[in-house]
């Protein structure tokens, strides 16, 4: 693994340096309220303030009703179809559903067999990567997986004949390209990490034929086998994480650097990096974290009373991590429900019985219903809360037989496609630069020369 860097900055000095970044940049919360300032991009009721219009995906937890925002059963829609209606569709006709949410999301429109099969060729011939990048992933193991598939796409850069040309033809191409590619960068990553050689280690090239989903385990494991049932609950993961309208921190990351013109890899890489965090798409493994801290610290797991007490000892910052939040509880537009949950609790009910492990899904279950009554308890307006997708995805990963460091990977190989569709449309629609503003709050104050400070 990599040599750390050691920290050779006096603890004194360093907390001198952070006493002056507190007293120098401290801002009194009532300044924000003062100046209408709307802190994430939210108006006062939560809603998210309007910034940009979008044919991709609509993400629906609200309506606003004589001015007031009204909580409604949360729907995804891509393209103007349900996510719900894709995932069933696939399903009850046996087969995958990935490649063609893709062609979804990136064309605006279902495939025929005809387009299916053609586009699925067309991932088939992109998946293999440059020897030299493939030889370089392989060669430079790092402890975090996001970042090293991050450095993998900026690398892809290098091996681009026209990296900087944002036409839209020529973006689609490098986007197609890193939609096939990502799944085989991360098992790559992954490989790269878990070998214990001194020389690479040797990975198997993807297969053609093979879904999104049969070619990420089949390179991920050591024998590369994978039961149906596993392709298929990882195909619906991902199905289910593809897009989330333009709103969300990684997709408009993704709008914002592109609206610089900056290339292809530059504002991917961005959107990695903006998933990676906690608050993000690192969700799934902080609520496995939790959950395991939960199942180890509560005896017994059918108490009800003992399981709500240590949710209010996370939420107090007496356990937990210590930042007093409750992973996989709340999200930023739906409130009532999150339609990808129950898809995806359905799913954790089915494979925590195959696998004896229905107690553990219990306890989840009992912490997605006494989760939102506790984390309201002492406030005085009540806020409407439910459990999102991460809560169970982390839970069905693992029963998959997953490693964690892999849980927000797998999350990236899905949402990248949402990514290159907003990318798309934001070049299409020729938008200017994205360039909020920040209220300055200095006095203005002379030079003083040095001799005289």
Known sequence: MTQKTKNTLDPKLLS?????????????????????VKRGLRNPDGSGVLVGLTRIGCVHGYMISENEKVAVPGELIYRGINVKDIAA?????????????????????LPDKKQLAQWCDVLD?????????KKTILATPGDDLMNSITRAILGAYVYDSNPDDVSVPNVLRQCI?????????????????????????????????????????????????????????????????????????????TRVVTSSHS???????????????????????????????????????????????????????????????LYGLGHAVYTISDPRTGMLREQARALAKKNNREDELALYEMVERLGPTVFNEKRAKPRGLCVNVD?????????????????????????????????????????????PAFKALNENAPFTPLNQR
């Open 177 to 253: 390209a890193l939609v096939a590619q990502i799944p085989v960068m991360a098992a790559y990553a992954y490989k790269a990490k878990h070998h214990s050689g001194k020389t690479a280690p040797s990975v198997r090239l993807p297969r053609k034929g093979h879904s999104t989903a049969e070619i990420f385990l089949s390179l991920c494991r050591a024998d590369g086998k994978f039961t149906a049932l596993e392709a298929g609950l990882l195909d619906l993961c991902l199905i289910l994480h593809a897009e989330h309208g333009g709103g969300n921190n990684s997709a408009f990351t």
């Open 16 to 36: 001198k340096y952070t006493a002056m970044c507190k007293a120098t940049t401290a801002i009194d919360p009532a300044l924000y309220e003062t100046y209408n």
């Open 125 to 133: 011939a992109h998946r293999h990567l440059p020897e030299g990048l």
């Open 391 to 435: 809560f169970y995805s982390g839970f069905v990963y693992d029963m998959l037989g997953i490693s964690s460091d892999l849980y927000t990977p797998i999350f990236a190989i899905s949402r990248m496609v949402g990514w290159c569709a907003h990318r798309v449309e934001e070049l299409l629609n020729g938008g200017p630069i994205v360039r």
């Open 89 to 109: 569709g696939c399903q009850a006709e046996g087969r995958m559903g990935y490649e063609e949410c893709c062609y979804l999301v990136l064309f605006g429109t």
């Open 263 to 325: 290339d292809t890899y530059s504002s991917i890489a961005a959107a990695m990096l903006s998933l990676k965090g906690p608050r993000h798409g690192g969700a799934n493994a902080s609520v496995m974290r939790q959950m395991n801290e939960i199942k180890a610290k509560v005896k017994d797991w059918t108490n009800e009373g003992k399981v709500a007490d240590y949710l209010r000892k996370i939420l107090a910052k007496k356990a937990g991590d210590g930042t007093g939040l």
